[in-house]
């Protein structure tokens, strides 16, 4: 029997890529999932293979840079699976017009617009700073802890040429980390280089 089995994890970007590929394998380890991502459909697709498993799951629509869909995304996490154990926050965009058609303006950021720097910024950092800090506070509450999962990317060390604010947002996200480690509980775990 697997130590997460019975689990209530939560995947944001959960409707495909790395989010959907880890809700399934949690639920494969027997955890309930909470799928959310700002494409619903994808996140119900998501929630469709996870049933099929034979786990529970919803499926949710949010944008993780409003604080507010966040606190309902978690709010409602409990409401229907009766917790968060763990979160894996995998909702991220690698340029501004993500999921839009055309190419991203891959341009120096000398020429970068500063609407499309804050779209990025956004989502893949304070979108990971909102879901932590709602997931943990819940943690906290409920007196059992849990696990965080942030995904950053090797963009997070090494410079991205023409989407630098990528880069940029990947090591605020490990910095991130590294940091909520340290205002945790002394059980808490500790985030590796």
Not at 8 to 33: C, D, M, P
Not at 118 to 132: A, H, P, Q
Not at 147 to 154: H, K
């Amino acid at each position: 029997m697997s130590e997460i089995a019975g689990r209530h994890v939560l995947v944001t970007g959960g409707a495909s890529g790395i989010g959907r590929a880890t809700a399934i394998r949690f639920a494969e380890e027997g955890a309930n999932i909470f799928v959310a991502d700002r494409y619903l459909r994808g996140a119900e697709e998501t929630a469709a293979q996870v049933k099929k498993l034979g786990r529970r799951a919803c499926a949710h629509q949010v944008d993780t840079s409003d604080e507010a869909q966040v606190d309902a995304m978690v709010a409602r996490m409990v409401k229907e699976l009766g917790g968060v154990d763990i979160v894996v926050a995998a909702a991220g965009i690698s340029h501004a017009h993500y999921g839009e058609e055309g190419l991203p303006d891959a341009v120096p950021l000398t020429e970068k617009s500063f609407a499309n720097w804050r779209k990025v910024i956004s989502v893949n950092l304070d979108g990971v700073f909102l879901t932590d800090r709602a997931c943990a506070r819940e943690m906290l509450k409920s007196g059992k802890g849990g696990r965080i999962i942030n995904i950053a990317s090797g963009a997070a060390r090494i410079p991205t040429p023409g989407v630098g604010e990528y880069s940029v947002s990947k090591a605020g996200v490990w910095m991130l980390t590294k940091v909520l480690a340290t205002a945790w509980p002394s059980t808490a775990s500790r985030p590796t280089q």
